[in-house]
């Protein structure tokens, strides 16, 4: 027997939602609904089994054209920075570059983490939230 090669086929955070939506049909088997997208069978049900995490992604207004989920080194300095960041633009305050670093930095020293604020990382964090 011959393998074929299949090219990978990842969905986007809005595909991976009408995906959901979709499963919810009573009469939509996992093997219809993979054929529907494109994708393999155990894709589809890997998607399903992660359907609280994607549905949380999707209601927290995360970029619906993104494909796969990056984390970056410091989690929980990065999560409490952007938990700080969305209360600030809530207050209408105006954030820069060099205020970010300084915030990810003192959120860093008060949990004890071995964490330095770089442009790079900066850069990084921007497009992990944009």
Do not use: M, Y
């Amino acid at each position: 027997a011959t393998a074929t090669a299949c090219k990978r086929n990842e969905l986007s955070l809005a595909d991976r939602v009408k995906l959901l939506q979709a499963l919810e049909s009573p009469s939509a088997s996992l093997s219809s609904v993979a054929k529907l997208f494109g994708i393999s069978k155990s894709q589809a049900g890997r998607i399903g089994r992660r359907r609280e995490q994607i549905l949380a992604d999707w209601h927290t207004n995360a970029n619906p054209l993104r494909k796969r989920k990056r984390e970056g080194k410091g989690g929980e300095v990065e999560d409490a920075l952007f938990a700080w960041f969305r209360q600030a633009l809530a207050r209408g305050e105006r954030l820069s570059g060099p205020i970010l670093k300084a915030k990810a930095q003192e959120l860093a020293l008060s949990s004890g983490r071995d964490f330095e604020a770089t442009d790079g990382w900066l850069c990084r964090w921007k497009t992990r939230h944009n």
